[in-house]
């Protein structure tokens, strides 16, 4: 059975709520998920330690054993985010959580993994569509870059 602990470890009096156990349940199903929402501080300390980056993250994810894994949420990046996405915080902070526990499950950056957030954020949204449904989401990607011929033309161009 599919559940998940939430703790607040940040000084707001509230965090995000979602049905997180059916979401995760929908991903991972039989999986145990502790998702902590965390500060600034504690976020860049703990990417520091546990992948030897030096910035704030967004969201961290990490597998604890084969069917249990820990979700870290920074609420003040979230927010700082959301709108660059075209989201609220309220609603990105869920595509944070979607997008760790798709990393829980192996998945790695690319069209497949947003594919798959589109359609659970839509799900669980409550009806709201993900706002760069003809965009990725990881811009620094070159994966379409057209480079120009000798003509001046793009390759493959007629």
Request: proline share 4%; hydrophobic share 35%.
């Amino acid at each position: 059975m599919t559940s998940v602990s939430v703790k607040n470890l940040t000084r707001r009096k509230r965090v995000p709520r979602f049905a997180y156990t059916e979401i995760a349940a929908t991903t991972l199903p039989g999986w145990e998920i502790s998702l902590a929402f965390v500060g600034s501080h504690q976020a860049r300390a703990l990417n520091e330690r546990l992948r030897g980056k030096s910035y704030t993250p967004n969201v961290l994810s990490y597998t604890l054993d084969s069917r249990s894994g820990e979700i870290i949420i920074c609420l003040a990046e979230a927010e700082k985010q959301a709108p660059a996405h075209g989201m609220s915080r309220r609603i990105f902070v869920l595509y944070l959580f979607i997008h760790g526990l798709l990393h829980l499950k192996g998945w790695a950056h690319g069209g497949t993994m947003e594919k798959c957030e589109r359609k659970l954020l839509a799900k669980f949204a409550k009806g709201a569509v993900h706002p760069l449904s003809n965009e990725t989401t990881h811009r620094n990607r070159n994966r379409h870059r057209h480079v120009p011929s000798k003509n001046g033309r793009r390759r493959g161009a007629r």
